[in-house]
């Protein structure tokens, strides 16, 4: 199969599914998945669709249509995860950059997005995250710096001890924080275990917490304390997110910008 027609079936996929895995994409093409994220970068940089972590939506403005496809499979992780205001959340968030700025991006399926308007900037990324690293491995504007540690493929990050030990010898300016929710309580908390340890170590290494949380981490889910609002420097967020839980942000001086 020619480059051009794979890409159209891929742009056609998400015409008819409005999102795609990068193994779903590579199973139904009969692609690696290596190919596939090529084919991924190069259309997001074209305008045809909008990567994300582990596969692609469609644009903004842009619907799914009735007619079924080939490529249409079950709808992969990004079904429901709210794509647009995570968009909106990285967007406010990337101003929050200045420039030589040295920035911790946590696992999840925001900071990707984020990454993806840091390309160009004169800045230092370290991350975890590999999907973190696809949006950034060939823009020579950026410094990027990947922890080491144990590879977990389903959600393509490093964690472990050896991770920890990479972030004890890092000075970070800003953290983007990600989490599964926020308590009204005012705790920020995380369902996975072996996750836990990481991002607190991502907030030890960094001078400013900027914590990016959509409504829909209003309260979330979660049972495994990251940190508390009181602990957070900036909130990122939007409409809908509990106005009480954000108070308690603001009385602690910390700051709340909703997308």
């Known amino acids: 199969m020619i480059l051009r027609e794979r890409q159209n079936r891929i742009v056609s996929a998400l015409r008819s599914g409005g999102a795609a895995s990068v193994r779903d994409l590579a199973q139904s093409l009969e692609v690696s998945e290596s190919t596939i994220r090529r084919d991924l970068d190069l259309l997001d940089r074209n305008g045809e669709l909008t990567r994300t972590y582990g596969g692609a939506v469609l644009r903004p403005g ?26 909106r959340v990285a967007d406010r968030a990337a101003s929050l950059v200045p420039d030589d700025a040295v920035v911790l991006l946590d696992i999840g399926t925001t900071t990707p997005l984020l990454a993806q308007r840091l390309r160009g900037r004169q800045v230092t990324v370290i991350t975890s995250n590999l999907a973190v690293l696809d949006e950034l491995r060939d823009d020579r504007c950026v410094r990027l710096v990947m922890l ?10 490093f964690v472990g001890s050896l991770t920890q030990s990479a972030l004890s010898q890092v000075s970070a300016d800003l953290l983007f924080l990600s989490c599964t929710g926020v308590r009204p309580s005012g705790h920020v908390v995380d369902n996975m275990a072996v ?62 910008i909703i997308a």
């Open 148 to 157: 080491g540690g144990v590879f977990r493929r389903n959600y393509r990050s």
């Open 62 to 87: 842009e619907t799914v249509t009735d007619f079924g496809d080939p490529l249409r499979r079950e709808r992969p992780f990004a079904e429901g995860s709210g794509i647009e205001l995570k968009q």
């Open 195 to 256: 996750e836990a340890p990481i991002k607190q170590a991502m907030i030890a290494a960094a001078d400013q917490v900027v914590l990016l949380a959509t409504e829909a981490k209003f309260p979330g889910t979660g049972a495994l304390r990251l940190c508390a609002l009181s602990d957070v420097d900036t909130v990122v967020t939007t409409n809908g997110a509990n106005p009480k839980t954000l108070d308690l942000c603001r009385k602690a001086g910390g700051q709340v």
